[in-house]
């Protein structure tokens, strides 16, 4: 060998780890690293002991994610400290593992405002200055009851911020937040794009590709699709791309140059919206909703690792003006069905009991025919309105026939499965359930709410007992059904005493006089 010659020693790595605004992701690990990445995944797997798959495999959800293939893990960025002690625990130092922090992007930018009939209240204007605050992480949530303008609250953010921002939000909120986004920003119909399929999808990521976007300022897009997108990366990886992205999802604020994603009503979907986290790089992240809060220990724990409480905007008091009344009545020596599998109660098996007993079915009607006429007909002013909540489409539709027969000057409507949100906005009575009109809807002179199907889902409480405004000059009230022959329901209703009575301002129960 001559004098000249040198010898070049190429230096290996155990695995390369790429560091994100959201996430890390630890890309071909050896078999020491790959062991240590199925270590580190169980703290983030929940169990359902209840559901299994076609093998008896006991279902699980993961938060967290890799590829079918092994070749990547996927973690959120906030469980980066735990992550490098479990590497320095099994004497896995920085030489061994090739670290890379991913760089910024640029981004499109533009100028735009608030129009200036929305003025953000004193409340609002706190939460705002929260979302604009350079001292926040990226992640950032803020939690208010609904219908305090969160909404409002966070265009304003986006004002400020004046990058081209993408929104995710489940496919029935999309045009909800292109016609938002339009009656608040100073902002015309050709500056939002919206993604409902994914062929709308991949058109706008070759768009993107082509930097031919133009000047769209927000892309709203239908978590549904975005689902689908990131479950074909971990079945293939990057030859994904083949399928019609021609991207990766990960990549997908970089080449729209978009600078700011939102989740709206984050609650919803959330292992979806933690995944998305593992996904997105970018520069700032807003997460709303009024509950992110659950009895589920394993949910709660991740949603604090998504969002730490030392990180979430301040909580705000809100006044008090919602009457609650708990209704209890009893059964009269009527057998009812309450589950539908693996014994977990179910009002849908229970509203089919009811239904198939005819007497029951005429007696249960009756009750709510009278808490309509005590709750609403008979204390209601012009333009103002009643919700009816049940479980089954089936009970829906029965009560809908039952309330106009009894209240013949009033337009009933209903509104479930594809029905049109007109109906939810133009029935003086609306009969609908948890699923339709759950959550982000506002209903104009709102003043009652009956809520006949018993729910014990935090989210769903709040929100449905959130649907409620304070409308000045006028009562709003909130009764809930409670079965005194139903272990469950009791349960339930305990439940709800203690989570919802601090939100409201009174709080009584009525034990209904006839047994039905």
């Not at 009525?510 to 047994?515: D, N, S, V």
Request: net charge positive.
């Amino acid at each position: 060998m001559a004098d000249t010659d040198t010898l070049k020693v190429v230096k290996t790595y155990k695995a390369k780890v790429v560091k994100c605004s959201n996430y890390f992701k630890v890309i071909n690990p050896d078999q020491d690293i790959k062991k240590l990445c199925y270590t580190f995944t169980k703290q983030f797997v929940k169990f359902n002991y209840l559901s299994v798959n076609k093998l008896g495999e006991t279902i699980q959800t993961v938060f967290a994610s890799a590829t079918k293939s092994r070749s990547e893990f996927r973690f959120h960025i906030n469980t980066w400290d735990t992550w490098q002690e479990l590497l320095k625990r099994n004497f896995i130092n920085d030489s061994l593992i090739e670290t890379i922090v991913e760089p910024e992007f640029d981004v499109y930018t533009f100028k735009c405002s608030l129009r200036p009939q929305f003025k953000l209240r004193d409340y609002q204007q706190q939460q705002y200055e929260y979302l604009i605050d350079p001292n926040v992480p990226c992640n950032r949530f803020i939690g208010m009851r609904p219908g305090s303008g969160k909404g409002v609250t966070a265009i304003a953010a986006l004002m400020h911020y004046g990058m081209r921002t993408i929104i995710i939000v489940r496919p029935g909120y999309v045009k909800k937040w292109q016609a938002e986004l339009i009656e608040k920003a100073d902002i015309t119909k050709d500056d939002v794009l919206i993604l409902q399929s994914t062929k709308d999808l991949q058109d706008m990521l070759l768009l993107a590709k082509h930097q031919q976007l133009g000047a769209i300022k927000f892309i709203v897009m239908g978590n549904t699709i975005y689902r689908t997108w990131i479950k074909a990366y971990e079945e293939f990886g990057s030859d994904s791309q083949a399928l019609g992205y021609g991207v990766n999802p990960d990549e997908l604020f970089k080449i729209t140059q978009s600078g700011i994603r939102v989740i709206d009503e984050v609650h919803q979907d959330f292992h979806l919206n933690f995944k998305a986290d593992l996904y997105t790089h970018t520069r700032e992240c807003i997460s709303l909703s009024a509950t992110l809060i659950s009895k589920d220990w394993m949910l709660s724990r991740m949603q604090e690792v998504a969002y730490p409480l030392k990180w979430r905007a301040p909580e705000v008091q809100f006044d008090k003006y919602v009457d609650i009344c708990a209704v209890h009545y009893w059964l009269n020596n009527r057998k009812v069905s309450t589950s539908l599998k693996a014994g977990v109660y179910s009002h849908i098996a229970y509203e089919k009991s009811i239904i198939k007993q005819k007497e029951l079915y005429k007696n249960y009607s009756a009750m709510i025919m009278e808490l309509i006429e005590t709750g609403y007909i008979a204390r209601r002013k012009a333009n103002q309105k009643c919700i009816v909540y049940a479980a089954s489409i089936k009970m829906c539709d029965k009560l809908v026939d039952d309330i106009r027969k009894r209240f013949k000057g009033d337009k009933v409507t209903r509104f479930c499965e594809m029905d049109d949100v007109s109906k939810l906005h133009s029935g003086d009575i609306v009969v609908t359930n948890v699923i339709k009109a759950g959550t982000a809807h506002d209903v104009a002179g709102l003043i009652t709410v009956i809520m006949t199907n018993a729910i014990d889902s935090v989210q769903s409480n709040i929100q449905i007992f959130g649907r409620l405004r304070q409308i000045e000059g006028s009562d709003t009230k909130f009764y809930y059904l409670t079965c005194q022959n139903l272990p469950k329901h009791k349960v339930y209703h305990r439940n709800k005493m203690e989570l919802l009575r601090p939100r409201a301002r009174s709080f009584k129960e009525y034990w209904y006089p006839t047994r039905l």
